[in-house]
């Protein structure tokens, strides 16, 4: 029995070595599977939110299967990450090749970053996409020390200009892009076609907000760091979910609604959007869920006043900071209990001197910090100690920062 | 009574009842728009609203706070647009000419990106909103300083200019430059900038609130009323600039007072509801087929009329009544607006009364 335990022991003690030289990036040669053939992957990562890709791990080789958010089967992409040194498997013409760990990437969207930053493979970032507008400390120290270069304009939608020579001349091994439903504001093609490997995520598109979150395992696929993703990953989900169950046995549930109106139509996060599920798990009556649209739904501003103008909170007020910003966008804001009440909350509490939002940075990985700041907003005793950390009051008429 | 079209052109053919018809039909709409809605009121509820009745508080707020405002926002803005429209096509003698031909539109439209897209980290929005310049003022100011920026630009040349088809290529030559400005400015500006700018190209009769109301009718007013008085001078030019100045007309006088009109109505349509196409070209043409005639004298408050009537009717299909979507009014004043406007002129056509220019 002893026995038995001394092994256990040292069989663990082994893996701790084997995961620590994981991490340095140099190939494990420590098992072999079933079949006989090497497996250089101790550590699997399956996504179990996430929609958007799937992972099947081959021995020297795994491939990550993309699964276009819009259904166009066209856009469905296939990553063949193959382990440095060994062989590039037959059979997979169409996919893409990476030798991984990877050493140089280059990143378009901000979210990359948080996602790099947290698996400790900051270094490896050679050029981005917007550094001015990163909120990451350590990402924005390396930028001033020169080690990551500005390669485009900062937006990653429809007017994205990126410096392809010089993301050329930097040799990264992968350009982290960020999907776009539109083709024509889709930088991978461009990006291809300078014959530079860019690899497309879409967490954006993700229904849940474990699901956002979990996609620091696509990135972590691709720096052999799947432990450190799996580690972080389920401390998220326990924490997320521990919130969340704080909320389930409230008899109150506050009336929240959310979004802004542009010149009579209203743009709210739909139903079956992440935001909804927040809301709903943060103990809160979503007053505009009556759709089951995923994404922003342009909303009559009747209905929408029909509907929320008794409501106790209003949260998230899109591109505006504070109350004074939508009493110059439409006056018509005061007629809003909410607005009366001034219970108004946005999540512009972290914001960069550029306008960077952390919100959108690290928030998108720590949907469990978003969460609190919800309970701590609507049901303050769930969650005594918790300070705001992405959210802020922004009610009051004289700036909301106070 | 052949329902081919004839027997209305018959009808409206007698002018004066034709404008009392369509008065009555505006009446109609308007009554139509404040009425639907994707949140359904009631009529008895609206009776109640109107008359001071007991009513669901929300409703009232709904019908006096949003509906109400927009209707009459509707109205003043389709008729401002096709009067300019009209002005524009005499002026050039040109059927494609509309309301913002001379670059007005696009004016307001670099005010209005000068603001919007100031937040973002490019310089000349950040140093103009840093010097005060166009920092807070709000979306509508900014496009009407634009808009009128252009046409004080456009009065100076066109000073110095014979040719009104010089004035044409002009007032396109400077919508290029103005398009220039906004794309270097989205360039440079970020994500939510960029959102907010590209729905006030949406255009919308919904984002005047009661503050506003009395600067848009009051401006619009005397541009309508600047209009009547022009409709001698702009019968003239019909028959050209040497005939209309043998009749002793002051050329120059109209050449200006017909480019600041529509200038000032123009803009002040954009400034409040974003640019909004399509009607200011088409309305002109449909008035001209309805009411067969080529007179200024029936046209001007034709185009009133019928500007406000597809203003109207567009503003009703936009916000779909009975669901809870809208749509940009700008792809509702074209899907719908078009194919109305080609059957007309077509049907005018066969009867040898193509459209008069």
Known sequence: MIAVVIVAAAAIWLSAMVADDNGNGSPIRAQKNSSGTEDLFLYKSYPEYALGFSIEYYGTYKVLSLHDPWGRADEDYTYLLVQRGEEIPAGYSDAQVFFVPIEKSVTLSPIHLSQISQLDESRSVKGHNGVDLVYDEEIRRLAEEGAIEEIGSGTSSMGTMLNTELIIELEPDVVFCVANGNREYDSHYKLREAGLKPVVSAEWMENNPLGRAEWIKFIAYFYNREQKANDFFEGIKENYSAISAKTKTLDYQPRVFSGIDYQGTWYAPGGGSYVAMLFQDAGADYALSNDNERADSPIDVEVVYERAHDADYWINIGYNDDINALLALDPRYANFGAFKSGNIYHYNARVNAFGGNDYWQSGILRPDIVLKDLVSILHPELVPDHELYYYQHVGSPHGGAA | ?357
């Open chain 2, 1 to 357: 009574m052949k329902l081919n079209g004839s027997w209305l052109r018959e009808w409206f053919g007698k002018t004066t009842f034709g404008i009392l018809l369509s008065l009555g039909i505006l009446g109609a709409l308007f009554l139509l728009d404040i009425m639907l809605g994707s949140v359904n009121i009631p009529l008895d509820a609206l009776v109640s609203i109107l008359t001071g009745g007991e009513v669901k508080e929300t409703w009232a707020t709904i019908f006096w706070v949003w509906r109400i405002p927009k209707a009459i926002t509707a109205v003043f803005a389709g008729a401002a647009l096709a009067l300019s429209g009209l002005l524009m096509q005499t002026f050039f003698r040109n059927p494609l000419a509309d309301p913002y031909i001379l670059g007005i539109s696009s004016g307001a439209s670099v005010g209005v990106a000068l603001v919007m897209l100031s937040s973002g980290f490019c310089g000349i929005g950040a140093v103009l909103a840093g010097l005060g310049l166009l920092g807070d003022v709000g979306i509508s100011f900014a496009a009407m300083l634009g808009a009128f920026a252009v046409l004080l630009l456009i009065l100076l040349i066109s000073a110095k200019i014979q040719s009104n088809v010089t004035i044409l290529v002009l007032g396109i030559m400077v919508s290029y430059i103005s398009g220039a400005i906004v794309t270097i400015l989205l360039q440079f500006s970020d994500e939510s900038s960029m959102h907010t700018y590209s729905f006030w190209t949406f255009g919308s009769f919904s984002g005047v609130t009661w503050d506003q109301l009395p600067l848009l009718l009051f401006l619009l007013t005397a541009g309508f009323v600047v209009s009547f008085l022009l409709t001698k001078p702009l019968n003239a030019l019909l028959l050209g600039e040497q005939y209309a100045a043998s009749m002793g007309m002051d050329y120059k006088k109209v050449k200006n007072a017909i480019m600041v009109n529509t200038a000032v109505m123009a803009g002040v349509v954009t400034a409040f509801c974003g640019p909004i196409g399509f009607l200011g070209v088409a309305v002109p043409h449909f008035c001209r087929s309805l009411f067969v005639t080529a007179d200024h004298r029936v046209l001007v408050p034709a185009c009133v009329i019928v500007g406000g009537i597809i203003a109207l009717a567009t503003d009703i299909i936009s916000h779909l009544p009975g669901t809870d979507i809208v749509l940009p009014l700008n792809a509702i004043t074209a899907l719908f607006g078009a194919p109305v406007v080609i059957w007309v002129i077509v049907r005018g056509t066969r009867f040898g009364r193509g459209v008069i220019t």
